[in-house]
């Protein structure tokens, strides 16, 4: 069964401090990887997404995640935090091989909070 | 900033009101989306459209309906509201393909006395 995990419901740091949002995944074939971030009282905005090449893909606002295929993962990371950067951050996974049913898989979102 | 629009951004109303949430986008995307999502919580997916007059139903069953009469319009319906259908619902769009983002609208906060 297709599935996305974010193991951590709350992530703090300290502004100026490296962060990362932890991304696993479980796929029957490849995957599409994306990550979007939702500010309070906002829609969803996307970031990036992984589809295929480079297992290092940049996105916006200074993020970029790593597919790792091994540990099937996908970790977002921006090498320097802001409070601006506090919101919550969801991660989610289509199964390309899956036919029919390559439906967007959601995780539970992860809230990052930004401490001055 | 995404050319998708939702109205009303908040909306209070009585038990057993029909309503109707708006959702516009201008990017003639084929597929649109529609989600419901509790304060700070996960995305539930109960509507989607691959195009003109295709509809399904998502994977969390809702009593909502939605038609999709024209590309940019997609409305999802509740004719008789209940507090249980007290919610966030977030409209999405994305071009056809399975590499595609979705873009999403700013959402519609629901509140039923």
């Known amino acids: 069964a297709q599935s996305v995990a974010q193991p951590e419901d709350q992530v703090n740091v300290a502004e100026g401090n490296p962060l990362t949002v932890k991304c696993t995944y479980s796929v029957s074939g490849n995957p599409y990887l994306f990550w979007y971030v939702q500010y309070p009282n906002r829609g969803l905005q996307f970031l990036l997404k992984y589809i295929t090449g480079d297992n290092l893909v940049k996105g916006s606002y200074g993020f970029e995640a790593e597919f790792n295929k091994s540990q099937t993962s996908f970790h977002l990371k921006k090498p320097s935090a802001l409070v601006s950067d506090s919101a919550l951050y969801f991660c989610?996974?289509?199964?390309?091989?899956?036919?029919?049913?390559?439906?967007?898989?959601w995780g539970l979102g992860t809230s990052l909070a930004v401490n001055p | 900033e995404a050319d998708i629009y939702q109205t009303p951004r908040y909306l209070v109303i009585g038990t057993g009101k029909k309503i109707t949430l708006e959702c516009s986008q201008t990017m003639g995307h084929d597929k649109m989306y529609w989600y419901q999502q509790d304060p700070g919580m996960e995305l539930h997916l109960i509507h989607y459209s691959y195009g003109v007059n295709s509809t399904e139903k998502g994977d969390l069953s809702s009593e909502s309906t939605v038609s999709r009469i024209r590309t940019e319009h997609f409305p999802l319906t509740l004719e008789s509201a209940r507090p249980s259908h007290t919610s966030q619902y977030l409209c999405?769009?994305?071009?056809?393909?399975?590499?595609?983002?979705?873009?999403f609208g700013p959402g519609t906060r629901l509140t039923v006395l």
């Open positions: 999405a769009s994305s071009e056809p393909g399975w590499r595609n983002e979705q873009f």
């Open positions: 989610a996974v289509r199964d390309v091989n899956a036919g029919n049913n390559r439906k967007l898989i």
